[in-house]
C-alpha cells in the first residue's frame, strides 16, 4: 500500500464519493486496493491564445468541459471543477489524476489548448502553524 505525505497527492476518500462514482474509479473506503491522486490546476488565457477569441455562452464552455472530462476519464483521471469567467476569457480547471502526463493527453486528445498545468496541493490555515 502506497502511503502519501501530506499534502503530496489525494487520496479518493478525500473527494466526495459523488466524484468516484462519476468518473467510475474505485472508492478506497470499500476497497482493499488504494490509488491515490496527484492534484493539478491548468489554465486557459484568452490574451495568450488559450481561450476561445470569438464570445463564448456558458452552454458552449460546458459542452467544451464535458468532452475534457470524458477525455480525462479515458486517460484514468477526473475533473474536480472550473473556476471561470467567460467575459475575462479565463479558465482554471482543476483536475485529479496519476501523471501530468494524463491530463496533457486529455487536451491533446481534444484539441484544447492551455497555458500551464501545475501540480498543486491544498493548503489550509491549519497546515500553515
Known amino acids: 500500500m502506497k502511503t502519501a505525505r501530506a499534502g503530496d497527492a489525494v487520496g479518493f476518500r478525500d473527494f466526495p464519493s459523488r466524484f468516484t462514482a462519476r468518473a467510475g ?3 478506497s473506503r470499500s476497497s482493499p486496493v488504494r490509488h491515490f491522486w496527484l492534484v493539478f490546476i491548468d489554465t486557459h488565457d484568452r490574451t495568450r491564445g488559450r481561450f476561445p477569441v470569438e ?3 456558458q452552454d458552449q464552455f460546458l459542452e ?3 468532452g ?3 477525455a480525462l476519464q479515458a486517460e484514468g483521471g477526473f475533473a474536480t471543477g472550473a ?3 467567460l467575459e475575462a476569457g479565463k479558465a482554471y480547471c482543476v483536475t485529479a489524476a496519476e501523471s501530468e502526463q494524463a491530463v496533457f493527453a ?3 486528445k481534444i484539441g484544447l489548448p492551455y497555458d500551464s498545468i501545475c ?3 491544498r493548503v489550509t490555515g491549519m ?3
Open 25 to 27: 474509479l474505485i472508492d
Open 55 to 57: 464570445s463564448l455562452t
Open 64 to 66: 467544451t468541459y464535458r
Open 68 to 70: 475534457f472530462e470524458a
Open 83 to 85: 473556476h471561470l469567467n
Open 106 to 108: 486529455a487536451h491533446e
Open 119 to 121: 501540480q498543486v496541493r
Open 127 to 129: 497546515d500553515m502553524r
